[in-house]
């Protein structure tokens, strides 16, 4: 017979396999479908192109003291947009596994819950990260010129950013049983969130109340901290006084510990079909 000790060694191994092939699954998963890689990234690439070269140099940031288009300060934006896509929707599969009777399979066998939320949550968050990655090398086209240093910053900001919205995903995905559901809520709440984030447009200028609901929107300081990587004063092109990158960041991997913390909490409680 296993000791205690080797039984809990044992359970953990089983826990740590476990979220290390739901991490590859998901990767595989989206490799596998080519029309959901090539939407994942030209959609937000269109939509980057066609609002900045639509606004062109009529942009100006109130309070900002360099002059900046709009294909140049939506880049940042975008590259959330997409991160919100990759992050969000990779975890519809959530919904696809209960329906298709693999979840419950994964719940009923000896690993942790906790493992489960993790494997989910890394590999949509590794999905986002990658092509995050690939649209970063169209920076030069919008005027942004990164550094190798700066390259690395970004990929470490983009990887902590993506792994929150994959949490909030997963808090959405998990007690639904209806793709067209997930999506609404999508629409409802997650777009006005990206819109709100100062993707779109800087808070200087924008009314009190909405200064507001910016400054409580988590996904508004990992857009900051991506355009705080891109400038070395990130004041003089936004305007007014944008969170710094040591604020942002740590906002960011809290809400990120959170989203990973509530996941565990919500999967540890009965959920139709999963039982």
Do not use: C
Request: aromatic letters at 14%; zero cysteines.
């Amino acid at each position: 017979m296993l000791s205690r000790g080797e039984t809990i060694m044992n359970d953990r191994n089983v826990s740590i396999l476990a979220a290390l092939t739901l991490w590859q699954r998901e990767v595989v998963r989206f490799l596998r479908q080519r029309s959901r890689v090539v939407s994942a990234l030209v959609s937000p690439i269109f939509f980057w192109a066609f609002f900045g070269l639509g606004l062109g140099t009529s942009f100006s940031p109130a309070g900002s003291t360099h002059k900046i288009s709009y294909l140049e300060f939506f880049f940042p934006g975008t590259l959330a947009m997409i991160l919100l896509f990759a992050s969000i929707f990779s975890t519809i599969s959530i919904i696809e596994d209960r329906r298709e009777g693999f979840l419950q399979s994964v719940l009923v066998s000896p690993a942790a819950r906790w493992s489960i939320v993790l494997g989910k949550i890394m590999g949509g968050t590794t999905l986002a990260w990658l092509q995050g990655l690939v649209f970063l090398v169209l920076a030069p086209l919008s005027g942004i010129h990164l550094t190798f240093a700066h390259t690395i910053g970004l990929a470490a900001i983009i990887f902590i950013f993506g792994f929150g919205l994959t949490g909030v995903g997963f808090l959405i995905a998990w007690p639904m049983d209806s793709t067209q559901g997930f999506h609404a809520i999508m629409m409802l709440f997650l777009m006005p969130m990206w819109m709100l984030s100062g993707s779109m447009f800087p808070a200087t200028g924008a009314p009190r109340w909405l200064q507001l609901i910016m400054a409580i929107n988590p996904v508004t300081y990992g857009v900051a901290a991506v355009r705080a990587m891109f400038y070395d004063n990130v004041a003089a092109v936004t305007g007014g006084s944008p969170p710094s990158l040591g604020f942002s960041l740590a906002v960011s991997v809290l809400f990120g510990i959170a989203t990973f913390v509530a996941s565990i909490w919500l999967t540890n409680r009965p959920v139709r079909g999963t039982r």
